[in-house]
């Protein structure tokens, strides 16, 4: 959706060169309700998206889902160092990467401190689209559904769960992926994808369920015959 | 015995090596098959579809197929390795998607 916004595909198109990859299947629930009737949803997918020098060293990277102005306004706020960096000598860069990053790490500590017993709220995808799902697949739906009025689809701009994983991506999120790469330096995507999805976004991708095990099969009573099949 | 020769009768029209067969005549004191012209019409139908059936085929209601959609309108390199090669050229930064799934599939 974000990339069929014509602003952001030509933003991307004139100051990038992009590709997309997949790390994982997504885990994808359908319920059949027997009548023809078969709802689709996906469960705890997430992105990660990074920017990188021509001969394939992360600079920076912006994780999980952003609102559309938003995600222009962080790429092309990450355009600069990304050129710059191209302009230092080769066996400066390292040095520069992680001077870059412990500025930008301190200048997120100097914005307001987070209220104590702060809670990473749900991202926007799983609170508004998968939350209601996992409810009923959890088979423990004794909580009352929220009754809200669901977010346009046409506009997620609106959606008020995205403006606050917005904000949370570019702070919380941003200063997790700075101190990540002040300590790493100029890496390969491939070396940060896995630590990144699993501490920043919270979704191993080397646990098959995801970090869904416990909640799943913790009272399941078939959970072991359904193990040995 | 009847019931074996009814079935290579059955085959055998169905490889149309032999013509059609004649109902048999019950053996006296035999038991008459009932819906002998239905099986035989049938079977061959079955045997055909069952050697051109793939054996792999599931039914729709168990495999799902994730339906195709265009990922965007942002012109995607096919491998980051292209899109590095693209970028020594331009002089333009890589963009690195990553995702769960897969852009150009309807859920991802």
Request: glycine content about 4%; proline content about 8%.
């Amino acid at each position: 959706m974000l990339f069929s916004q014509k602003r952001v595909a030509d933003f991307i198109n004139q100051s990038f060169e992009p590709v997309w990859e997949s790390v994982r299947p997504v885990p994808i629930v359908r319920i059949d309700f027997g009548d023809g009737k078969v709802l689709t949803r996906t469960l705890h997918g997430n992105i990660l998206t990074s920017i990188c020098t021509p001969e394939g060293f992360v600079v920076d990277a912006l994780p999980g889902i952003y609102a559309e102005s938003a995600y222009v306004a962080a790429l092309q706020r990450l355009l600069a160092p990304a050129r710059d960096l191209q302009r230092v000598a080769a066996k400066q860069r390292e040095s520069v990467v992680r001077t870059y990053h412990r500025n930008e790490i301190a200048a997120l500590a100097r914005q307001a401190r987070l209220p104590a017993g702060f809670r990473l709220p749900d991202f926007t995808k799983t609170a508004v689209i998968e939350k209601p799902v996992f409810q009923v697949v959890q088979a423990n739906n004794t909580a009352a559904v929220h009754n809200t009025v669901p977010p346009e689809v046409e506009n997620p701009a609106e959606w008020q769960e995205l403006q606050e994983d917005t904000r949370i991506n570019e702070t919380t999120r941003r200063r997790q992926i700075h101190e990540l790469l002040a300590k790493t330096g100029l890496v390969r995507p491939e070396k940060i994808t896995r630590p990144i999805y699993k501490d920043v976004l919270h979704a191993d991708l080397d646990d098959p369920y995801l970090g869904l095990r416990e909640a799943l099969f913790a009272r399941y009573p078939f959970a072991k015959e359904d193990a040995a099949h | 015995m009847v019931a074996m020769a009814i079935l290579l009768l059955a085959r055998g029209i169905a490889a149309d090596k032999v013509p059609p067969p004649k109902p048999p005549v019950p053996p006296p004191g035999g038991i008459a098959m009932k819906d002998f012209s239905k099986f035989v019409i049938e079977l061959p139908a079955k045997d055909i579809l069952a050697k051109q059936t793939n054996a792999a085929t599931v039914s729709s209601a168990e495999k799902f197929v994730n339906p195709r959609v265009e990922p965007g309108k942002v012109r995607w390199h096919k491998t980051f390795t292209d899109a590095c090669a693209a970028a020594k050229k331009s002089g333009k930064p890589v963009l690195l998607f990553q995702m769960m799934g897969k852009l150009d599939e309807r859920f991802c």
